[in-house]
């Protein structure tokens, strides 16, 4: 490994052993208002279309946990950074099992979930191409993401603010880049997509405000 990687690597593990371990335990106090504003309506909402073995990725501190309906079989919890799998844990207790990992390498089989959830995450993942295609891998046929995501703005003015703000709200969000497209990310993908509503984040800074919530599915084989 080269002198520049070895540094890249150590200056992540600082990050994530420092900020990453306050943005963890300050995460719920950080959504709170915003949930009470109508997210968490907008999570319950999202979530009533789970059925069978479901997935979520990168569940973070279980904020959507008390939204998962009857008609949800099993649920995986997936999430890779371990101070918020930690809180995850303690949230789900029986009723899920949580799984380190990250979006894009799941250890599951193929076609072996009925549904995969997904909010506020896309933006986090480091390769979005390759979560997506993880997604297709590990739903059955005509099985379902649902999402819910923060993402670039159609108005110009605002997406540029959003790329000017990148870097910095990256590094205070923990990943988060507030400029990806992420519904021309799906659209692109081996899903379908089926709905899309636009909306906004509520009591968020404009640059996270622009919203998508809809489903994608894996279409069936003929
Ligand atoms: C903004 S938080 C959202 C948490 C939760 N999904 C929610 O709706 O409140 C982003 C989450 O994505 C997780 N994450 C980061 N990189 C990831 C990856 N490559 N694969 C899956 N999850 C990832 C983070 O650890 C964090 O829990």
Redesign the pocket.
């Known amino acids: 490994m080269s002198d520049r990687h070895q540094r890249a690597g150590l200056g992540r593990r600082l990050y994530d052993a420092t900020w990453g371990r306050v943005f963890a335990a300050g995460y719920d106090r950080f959504?709170a208002d915003t949930e009470r504003a109508g997210m968490a309506e907008r999570r319950r909402g999202l979530i009533a279309g789970a059925r069978g073995r479901t997935v979520e990725?990168?569940?973070?501190?279980g904020?959507?946990l008390g939204h998962y309906p009857d008609t949800v079989g099993e649920l995986i919890l997936?999430?890779?950074?371990p101070p918020?799998a930690k809180r995850l844990r303690e949230k789900a207790g029986a009723r899920a099992t949580v799984v380190e990992a990250?979006?894009?390498d799941l250890p599951l089989a193929d076609g072996s979930a009925d549904t995969v959830v997904c909010?506020?995450?896309l933006c986090?993942?480091?390769d979005l191409p390759a979560t997506l295609a993880e997604v297709a891998r590990v739903l059955a046929p005509g099985g379902r993401l649902l999402f819910l995501e923060h993402v670039r703005s159609d108005d110009p003015r605002t997406a540029r603010w959003q790329d000017r703000l990148e870097r910095p709200w990256r590094l205070f969000?923990?990943?988060?880049r507030c400029n990806r497209d992420t519904l021309a990310a799906i659209a692109g993908s081996p899903l379908e997509v089926e709905s899309v509503e636009h909306g906004s984040i509520p009591n968020s800074p404009a640059i996270t405000r622009p919203l998508i919530a809809g489903s994608a599915a894996l279409p069936a084989r003929s």
Do not use: K
């Open positions: 959504m990725l990168g569940a973070g501190t904020l959507n997936t999430e890779p950074f918020m990250t979006a894009d909010t506020l995450v986090t993942v480091d969000a923990h990943g988060c």
